[in-house]
């Protein structure tokens, strides 16, 4: 069965259905999260994160960030200051899960064995900062949500980033440790800029009270869930499988119980070596993306054309990018200016159920443009009148999203494209 067999009689699913099953859960498909005409508002862009369980959060700003690029490709008409009120009145919070994510608040208790695994783990560096975590306390506790310039500390440490000699403020990299354990949590953004509070004063008392009382072992499993819900597809290769570290032989033991409880369906899908799952619950769902052969869907609209952002929900699995859209992808930010192919912040185009191609964008702020450095098609793609057209609104209706009054285009593949 190729990479992570796990034992189970297989649901045998054209690669295609696949693909437009796992678009429609990700709210990528024709149509998106919500109907034309309705402008989306904080409770609806709380939805769409409940949807997809969690948005990853990034602080690259060459155009506007990760979190909001991901909202806006499923909601148009998505404004930032949407999620900024949304963690201001509390309705989300800031913590790992396939790594700094914003998530629905009533998640919170699900989270507490990551947070006491953290706890464990990182109790001697804190031991090693206790002043500074007793100045940290105290000062957010008389005061209120403090951000990391309101502590001032001559004191440097070797923090996450720092290669050679210890560089990091002390009381910076004592906050950043107590984010991991949950002891305070990030209750507002100021663009780059986070407000740290006591998680006490930040969560429901309901929601820490179960936080407090559930056990690392139910929380684990209901964080299983969520990952699954997240993912929708999943393989056994995912070393951080169920968002925590799992050794290969854990992952492969875990998914033969789910299929033998009749949790977790095991597919084949055709051209694909690689073992995919779906949750039970979503089978009738993805015989619903089947289509019988020589059935074509009519459509007299274009597709939906969306840029997403390198650390969109439907990225999160590169292979599972490469086994279903033949789509190879790597986010070329970390690395060095003569190893990028394709730039600095290149962001795939989805045009219907198809990977068409890359731009690589950035926002000149000062000169309110928004600027194409590269406009990349796949081999294979044809520019048409029409294809170009849908990738001219797309790319104006990009720029009017981040209050650009202008729109440049560089370097294109194929050279000449015009739009």
């Not at 790597?330 to 989805?350: N, Q, S």
Request: with cysteine; glycine share 8%; proline share 7%.
């Amino acid at each position: 069965m190729g990479e992570g067999s796990v034992g189970g009689t297989p649901l045998r699913v054209a690669r295609d259905a696949v693909i437009r099953f796992l678009l429609d859960a990700q709210h990528l498909a024709h149509g998106g999260a919500r109907g034309p005409g309705t402008a989306p508002t904080p409770p609806a862009v709380l939805r769409e994160i409940r949807h997809l369980e969690g948005v990853q959060i990034d602080p690259v700003s060459v155009v506007e960030r990760n979190q909001h690029l991901v909202l806006a490709a499923r909601l148009p008409g998505y404004l930032p200051e949407m999620l900024g009120e949304l963690l201001r009145r509390r309705r989300v919070f800031e913590y790992w899960a396939n790594a700094a994510c914003v998530l629905p608040v009533e998640d919170y208790p699900i989270f507490e064995g990551t947070r006491r695994r953290y706890r464990a783990r990182l109790a001697p560096d804190l031991t090693a900062l206790r002043p500074v975590v007793r100045r940290i306390f105290a000062d957010i506790d008389a005061h209120g949500p403090l951000t990391a310039r309101a502590f001032v500390s001559d004191h440097r440490v070797r923090g996450a980033w720092d290669l050679g000699d210890p560089k990091t403020k002390a009381t910076s990299h004592a906050l950043s440790l107590l984010l991991k354990t949950g002891d305070i949590l990030v209750v507002k953004r100021r663009g780059l800029e986070r407000y740290f509070d006591l998680p006490e004063r930040a969560v429901p008392a309901a929601l820490m009270r179960r936080a407090r009382a559930i056990s690392a072992h139910d929380a684990d499993a209901l964080l299983l869930e969520k990952y699954l819900r997240a993912y929708r597809l999943f393989d056994a290769g995912d070393p951080r499988f169920g968002w925590r570290a799992m050794p290969a032989g854990a992952r492969d033991q875990t998914l033969r119980r789910l299929v033998r409880a009749g949790r977790v369906v095991p597919l084949l899908i055709d051209g694909v070596g690689r073992q995919y799952f779906v949750r039970a619950g979503d089978v009738d769902d993805l015989r619903r993306h089947e289509r019988p052969a020589g059935a074509q869907t009519v459509r007299e609209d274009d597709p939906p054309m969306r840029f997403l952002a390198p650390l969109d929900n439907l990225l999160w699995r590169r292979s599972r990018l490469r086994d279903l859209f033949r789509f190879e992808y790597t986010w070329e930010v970390y690395l060095p200016p003569r190893k990028r192919r394709y730039g600095h912040y290149a962001m795939p185009i989805l045009f219907g159920d198809r990977l068409i191609g890359r731009l690589d964008p950035h926002l000149d702020r000062e000169a309110r443009r928004l600027v194409i450095r590269l406009l990349h098609l796949e081999p294979g793609i044809r520019p048409t009148g029409r294809l170009r057209r849908v990738l001219r609104e797309a790319l104006e209706s990009f720029a009017r999203f981040h209050g650009a009054a202008g729109l440049d285009i560089g370097r294109t593949v194929p050279p000449g494209l015009r739009l």
